[in-house]
């Protein structure tokens, strides 16, 4: 679509500056809860959710299929959980796992898998 003349355009962002700009806004907005969780607690989720079973133990997994989660940031964990929490993509298999997780339980799963070495 073309300006018309003498009619200022909004400048726009390119596709991967407005990824990075949303990237950084959803980072900061869950760097909140990261402080107040419970790696221990997250630790024991780990084993009730069956985290390990595809993830391995301590998040190190021996599958190419699935991430380590060992080591990762923990708010890159809760915006990702709470990504397939909100079936975003509705065929991921990692959708019906986290829909049972309450927020609390997010913040403490990413404290745990982001201390491990």
């Known amino acids: 679509m073309k300006t018309p003349p003498n009619y200022p355009s909004r400048p726009r962002l390119?596709?991967?500056?407005?990824?990075?700009?949303?990237?950084?806004?959803?980072?900061?907005?869950?760097?909140?809860?990261?402080?107040?969780?419970?790696?221990?607690?997250?630790?024991?989720?780990?084993?009730?959710y069956h985290c390990m079973t595809c993830h391995g133990p301590r998040g190190r997994s021996s599958d190419g299929r699935y991430p380590?989660?060992?080591?990762?940031?923990?708010?890159?964990l809760e915006i990702r959980l709470n990504y397939f929490r909100s079936a975003v993509e509705p065929t991921n298999q990692m959708n019906a796992q986290a829909v049972h997780l309450e927020d609390d339980e997010i913040a403490d799963l990413a404290a745990y898998f982001a201390s491990q070495p």
């Open 14 to 48: 390119r596709p991967p500056l407005r990824s990075a700009v949303a990237l950084a806004a959803l980072l900061a907005g869950a760097a909140g809860t990261a402080g107040a969780a419970d790696p221990k607690r997250g630790e024991a989720l780990a084993f009730e």
């Open 68 to 76: 380590h989660l060992a080591g990762q940031h923990a708010a890159y």
